[in-house]
Each structure stands twice: as structure tokens, then as C-alpha cells.
RNA sequence: CGGGAUGUAGCACAGCUUGGCUAGUGCGCCUGGUUUGGGACCAGGAGGUCGCAGGUUCAAAUCCUGCCAUCCCGACCA
């Protein structure tokens, strides 16, 4: 099909639109596929439209080659499943919700866990109908505190969200491994990169998780990558190994020191080396030798607050992103100087172990960084304001409750399964598997019989791809200086055809037969074949909207050629107008 | 929710400090003409609740107060 841009809704912008940071959401902007229509939502124009139709497609294709089946929800859901499971609370504000005529409440779905296992249980109840594998394309509303990035973080996204229902672990891991696999020919079709990394099942419950992350600088996931073998993870789900215990027998026994005015690390460190009394054989203090013990308050789901003190080397901050993870479904709120007041053995800035620990009167809980193993070293607060204790042995001098891995992980850190260096990068979340596991099922009463006629709950898996996401992220991944430069598979045009000669000349008609031999061998093709606009202009246009190929119609005509450019490879060849439809037919295939 | 910035035509911005004639510039749009291989030129036009509300003043885009919205950083986030 031709279809001609002087008739195309859209309208290139040549400046930036101001608000538009990332390159996915410049150049979707002002290349005309999108527009914002809302806080974190977009209309999308034709040829925007286009490619996240092209995009469901492929994911439709690969969904149905496994064998799942495409249903679709309403996105207006009532309230009564997601109050069974907990979530009409437990999703919090990013819940949008709202009533009708009569004040009954609705919802507008996040994600639809509730909805496929209810159908599932609606419909069936024997072992025989198991394995059943689900899925929708489906527009998904959070009402994100922050929407940014265009189309990377919206309040109303399309996501396809799949679930498997099985009998047992084993089918799980069955159904959990085809949509993985599914997963990775999905993405190598979309033309993205994907790294696959360990992922926290977080506040869904359910155990094996993994996410497919776009690896981008806009992206907003941190993962760590080993440099030396193919351990990846997201840096919530790291586990730093334990380090083996130390022989502490030549260290000095505990003492305590006036150190006046270090309620920081940085100030206690600068008065240890300052001393020459505490002067070391083996160089000068730094923060690595201090133990730092920050107090936060857990906020569990039944709303009752307690306080956790975290040991960590004094190098080192507690990631909040990783502590949430691990205490999760518990809330982390900042310890705040009412709950310094209500403790007043808690000296701030200057808190060490003796007072720390459930057994101790205070009863604050004590987890310590696996790296406080048995045998090290440490200066820590001496709970008097001003004075620590130096030469305290973990283990000998004190011990806690346990340990807990929330430390911030940096580049080079020990790869937990080899110990070479890993890396940190950024990535955009493209899909995340998971099993799920009982949950659902349990609160909702999803069971079957099985073949000894008993009752069995059913365990699923949850498997979602960010479909408008996709959109962006292509783009992130696939632009140049110039404008967009879209993977054939989701273009929204195969062929761009430009006339770029005079008034009157044999160009446009030749542009125009090329043009039909194209459509009639099953391309879209995108004319250009406005009227009075110069080539300056149309090259721009036709880099900014960056379909793969770009046939041009100029001064070559004369001569009986036509440019062909390949906006992918960057290369350009001159071929005789007669070859030309041969040649970009051949490349499109 | 905290910190910062910004709201003036479809887009990008100036004007605000020091209040004052009909609110400007570039791009885009319309009409006519000249152009046509890298975002052309000339002439003429259309398009504005200057974010909203209140206040100060003879007079407010400009000063004051409140609110709203957007963007960035943080917090939060299947």
C-alpha cells in the first residue's frame, strides 16, 4: 500500500520539544508518532499506532506458538477479587480507583491476577484441564507517583500479561521455561537486546523470578553484570557471598576512645588518624574499618511500626531500594527524631553494638552486612555521644541477630558466583517471569480435582511484556543523530520514497511507478510527494522518521538511477530505475 | 511527599529585574510570487483567557498572595 505524506496525519517538529529528555520520547515527539495527551499518557498518531500495532503482532505470534490463548478483560474492574487478595489496600495509591452512580467501587486494573484465576476457576475444575496457558493485550492504568519519560514510565501503558495454571512445581517450571523461551525469540524479533538478570519476586509472592532488561542509560533498573561468567541480577536480588571467617588473635582487645565531634564516618575517620596513640602498623584508618549501624522503622502490613539497626562497613550505604526488597511486604520509614526520643539509649551518630540486638533491653532487632564476619575488625559507636569503641571483634566483643544483604553494590564488587568484577548498568525493563506460585489460587479458592479425586490448589505463573514500553525502547536502542532508525520487523513503513527533483520533471512520476511496483509486491511504502517542499527538507523528514529504507528520486533520473539508502547499514548504492523495487524487495524480505 | 526549575500562539523562546502605546521573535500554518540535492527567499496574512484566582495600582505578562500544572533530582513503584 502507497500511502502519501502529503495526506499522512503527522506533522515533524525541528525543534525538540522541551520537555522530552530521553531520545525515545524526543524523537517520537517530534518525529509525529506521538503526542502527550495527559500526565503519563500519549495519543498515538498514525504511524506511532503502526509500529505498536506491528509490535502486538509479533508478541501475539509468539504467545500462540506456545500454545497460550489470547482473552481480554475489561480494564474497569470491580472491587471485590482485589479485596480477597489483600490488594485494594495493598497496592497503595498507585491504585486507580473510583466509584460509580451509587458509590460502589471499581478499580482501574494494574495488572489481572485476580481476573485469570477467577476465570480459570469459573471454567474449569479438573486436573484434565491442566496445563492452561492465558493471555491479553491489555491497557494497564497506575497512577505513578511520577510519569516520565514519554512513553518509559506512563500512568496508561498496553502490557501483555500471561498466566499459567498447573497442578504442580513441575508443570510450573515447564510453563515458566516456554514463555522464557518464548520471551527471548519475542525480543530478538523486536530488535532489542535483552540481558536476562535474577529478579526479587518482591510483594508478589512466589519464588523463581527473572527480568529482561533493555540494557539503556534511560533505563531506570540497575543490574549487575560479571564481567568473567553470565551471573546477572538485578541489584535488588544480588546475594553477596559470605566471606570466611577471620582469625582475630592478634587483635588488641575492645577499648573505648573519646573521639569528640565525629557523629560522620568521614569526621570519625580524619580524628582516628589524626591520634597517635590509635596509629596502625598496617597503614592509615579509612572508612572500611569503621561499622556503621543505621536505625530504620519497618512498617509491616498490619500497620504496627518496629525498629531494625543495619551494620554495614562505615564505606558503605544501606541501598534503600535493596532494604525494601528484602523486608518486603514491610515498608521502610526513615527513623525519625521522635523515635530517637522515645529511645533514649540510642545516642545518634555515635550508636554501636552493645545496645543493640533483640535480647538487649531496647529490643531493637541487629542485622549485620555478610561482610562483618566472625574475626573482623571494627571501630564503632560507643553509644555516649563523642566516644567509639576501636579493636571490636565480631563475634568475640559482639554479636546481632542475623545478617542482612542491603549495602549498596558498586562496579567492580566480587561476582557472588565466581568473584571476578561485575559491572553496574541500567537497563529498561522490558519483560518479567515469574512464578507465582499458590497465592492467587489460595485466596481465591482456584482448585481441582485430581485423579485421586482430592481437592489440589492450583499454582500459576505470571509472565508480562511492557508493549508500549516496547515502543520507546526500540528507540532508545535503535536512533542516530538524524532521527529514528526502526528494526524492519516493527517499522511502521518498509520503503520511504522521496521526490527530490524540480517541478515539472520526470522525478515524481518515476517515484510514483517505483512506488506502485513496491505496494504491488506487498510493501508499504511512504511517498513523499508533497508539493513546494524543498530536499533539504525531505531528507530531514525521511532521517527523523527513520523507516529502514529510503529510495530517492533526484537529479539521478536523468541519468536513469535511482539513490537507494539503507538507513540501518548507513550505506547508499545508486541502481538503475529498473532494479530498484528488485533490490528493496530483496532487502525486505 | 521533599528539593530545584518552568508556565507567554501548534513548537521553541524573548519580554518580567526597573509596571506604561495595538505583547514580540524564529519555526510551523494560510495567500501570491520566485525557488528546488541537505531544514530556501520575497511580500502579505491568520493565530494569544501571557497557567488559574485574588490583591496592589490611574495602569499588571511584569509587583504581592494563594492555588494548579509540567519537567528534572530524590522518595515511592507488577
Known amino acids: 500500500m502507497i500511502h502519501r505524506l502529503s495526506t499522512l496525519f ?17 524523537l517520537l515527539v517530534r518525529a509525529g508518532y506521538i503526542r502527550r495527551a495527559a500526565p503519563g499518557g500519549y495519543t498515538w498518531l498514525p504511524l506511532g499506532l503502526r509500529v505498536l500495532h506491528r509490535i502486538e503482532r509479533i508478541v501475539r505470534e509468539e504467545m500462540d506458538a506456545i500454545g497460550a ?27 486507580f480507583r473510583l466509584q460509580d452512580r451509587r458509590g460502589v467501587d471499581y478499580l482501574l486494573g494494574p495488572t489481572h491476577e485476580e481476573m485469570f484465576t477467577l476465570l480459570v476457576k469459573d471454567l474449569y475444575g479438573s486436573y484434565k484441564d491442566l496445563p492452561v496457558w492465558l493471555y491479553q493485550i491489555q491497557t494497564k492504568f497506575r497512577d505513578e507517583a511520577r510519569p516520565r519519560a514519554g512513553l518509559l514510565r506512563g500512568r496508561e501503558f498496553v502490557m501483555k500479561d500471561s498466566y499459567s495454571f498447573d497442578l504442580d512445581d513441575e508443570g510450573l517450571q515447564r510453563s515458566y521455561d516456554a514463555h522464557r523461551a518464548a520471551y527471548v525469540r519475542l525480543f530478538a524479533r523486536l530488535g532489542l537486546d535483552v540481558v536476562i ?68 564516618i568521614q569526621t570519625l575517620v580524619d580524628v582516628l588518624n589524626s591520634r597517635d596513640d590509635l596509629r596502625r602498623t598496617t597503614g592509615t584508618w579509612t572508612a572500611a574499618d569503621t561499622l556503621k549501624n543505621v536505625l530504620v522503622m519497618l512498617r509491616n502490613p498490619d500497620g504496627i511500626r518496629q525498629p531494625l539497626a543495619i551494620g554495614v562497613p562505615g564505606d558503605r550505604e544501606v541501598d534503600m531500594k535493596r532494604l525494601e526488597a528484602a523486608v518486603a511486604p514491610a515498608e521502610v520509614d526513615a527513623f525519625g527524631d521522635a523515635d530517637f526520643a522515645a529511645r533514649p539509649g540510642l545516642v545518634k551518630g555515635y550508636i554501636g553494638p552493645d545496645v543493640l540486638g533483640e535480647t538487649k533491653p531496647l529490643g531493637v532487632r541487629y542485622l549485620l552486612d555478610p561482610r562483618v564476619v566472625s574475626g573482623t575488625a571494627w571501630v564503632t559507636g560507643a553509644n555516649e555521644a563523642g566516644r567509639h569503641t576501636v579493636h571490636l571483634v565480631s563475634g568475640r566483643d559482639f554479636t546481632a541477630d542475623g545478617t542482612i544483604d542491603v549495602a549498596d553494590v558498586r562496579d567492580d564488587d566480587p561476582c557472588p558466583s565466581c568473584g571476578s568484577a561485575m559491572s553496574i548498568e541500567r537497563g529498561i525493563e522490558m519483560g518479567h517471569v515469574f512464578q507465582l506460585g499458590r497465592k492467587y489460587a489460595e485466596v481465591l479458592g482456584l482448585n481441582v480435582l485430581d485423579d485421586k479425586g482430592k481437592q489440589r490448589v492450583v499454582t500459576m505463573g505470571s509472565y508480562g511484556v511492557g508493549v508500549s514500553r516496547a515502543v520507546a525502547a526500540i528507540a532508545e536502542s535503535h536512533h542516530d543523530e538524524l532521527g529514528l532508525r526502526w528494526p524492519r520487523s516493527v517499522a511502521p513503513m518498509d520503503v520511504h520514497v522521496v521526490i527530490a527533483g524540480k517541478p515539472g520533471d520526470d522525478t515524481a512520476a518515476t517515484a510514483g511507478r517505483v512506488a506502485a511496483e513496491l505496494s504491488d509486491a506487498g510493501l508499504q511504502v511512504l511517498l513523499d510527494d508533497r508539493e513546494g517542499v524543498s530536499p533539504g527538507v525531505r531528507f530531514k523528514d525521511a532521517e527523523l522518521l527513520g523507516m529502514p529504507m529510503i529510495v530517492i528520486a533526484g537529479r539521478g533520473v536523468a541519468k536513469g538511477v535511482l539513490e537507494v539508502r539503507d538507513r540501518i547499514a548507513g550505506t547508499t548504492v545508486e541502481l538503475p530505475i529498473g532494479d530498484v523495487a528488485k533490490h528493496v524487495i530483496a532487502c525486505c524480505a
Open 69 to 95: 490463548q489470547e482473552v481480554h478483560f475489561p480494564a474497569l474492574l470491580p472491587r471485590e477479587p482485589y479485596d480477597a487478595s489483600g490488594r485494594w489496600t495493598d497496592y497503595g495509591p498507585n491504585l
Open 10 to 26: 503527522v506533522r515533524t517538529l525541528r525543534d525538540d520539544p522541551a520537555d522530552a529528555e530521553v531520545p525515545s520520547h524526543r
Open 197 to 264: 538478570v535474577k529478579a526479587m519476586s518482591g510483594a508478589m509472592g512466589g519464588s523463581a523470578s527473572e527480568e529482561f532488561l533493555s540494557p539503556c542509560a534511560s533505563g531506570e533498573d540497575t543490574f549487575v553484570r560479571c564481567t568473567a561468567c553470565d551471573y546477572r541480577a538485578n541489584t535488588e536480588a544480588v546475594r553477596i557471598g559470605t566471606p570466611p571467617a577471620v582469625d582475630a588473635g592478634t587483635t588488641p582487645p575492645a577499648r573505648v576512645v573519646d573521639t569528640p565531634g565525629t557523629p560522620t
